[in-house]
């Protein structure tokens, strides 16, 4: 009963209130009033929000989100985690496709559902999911170039740290 209850919300507002990529802040805050939390790591900026039994985690670059990441706010009764059905995955990852239709790649992940829309890819679990992930092409280059960046500045650390702690072996 309640997963028809979130359905029939989740189909409500899937025309207004669901964020898009694309969309600004401003509009995002629009549709769910101020966010529970802001998010600052590095150059990205974000917000979570939370509306309809869902949080909804974005990142924007150059004002426009890039990124949304969706879950439950609640457990089961149980304390298990809440899983989107097949319904409500389809409803959230069609307000972001722009009318287009979500595509199974060629080469498949084991444990993660990917789907993609033009410059956009969706990821899910494949048994159990708890959670959906839709990105850009473009956020997915900057995250990918954020950890490279990252791990050639602690391979350069950890290398100066043991140059200088060889100098320290006559000693």
Request: include cysteine; proline fraction near 3%; hydrophobic fraction near 30%.
């Amino acid at each position: 009963m309640k997963a028809l209850l979130l359905l029939s919300v989740l189909i409500t507002l899937s025309s207004s209130a669901l964020a898009r990529i694309g969309e600004t802040p401003e509009q995002c805050e629009a549709r769910y009033g101020k966010p529970v939390k802001t998010l600052e790591k590095g150059l990205r900026r974000g917000a979570v929000y939370e509306k309809a039994g869902l949080q909804i985690q974005c990142e924007f670059h150059d004002n426009k989100c890039e990124y949304i990441y969706f879950k439950h706010l609640e457990n089961n009764a149980d304390g298990s985690k809440k899983f989107f059905a097949e319904s409500e995955l389809e409803i959230l990852r069609d307000a972001n496709s722009g009318g287009k239709e979500w595509t199974l790649p060629e080469k498949r992940h084991e444990t993660f559902q990917t789907l993609r829309c033009g410059g956009l890819e969706a990821f899910y679990p494949h048994d159990r999911p708890s959670y959906l992930l839709i990105t850009t092409q473009a956020h997915r280059d900057r995250t990918k170039a954020e950890r490279q960046a990252e791990e050639e500045a602690d391979k350069a650390e950890k290398k100066a740290k043991e140059k200088e702690q060889s100098k320290l072996k006559d000693f």
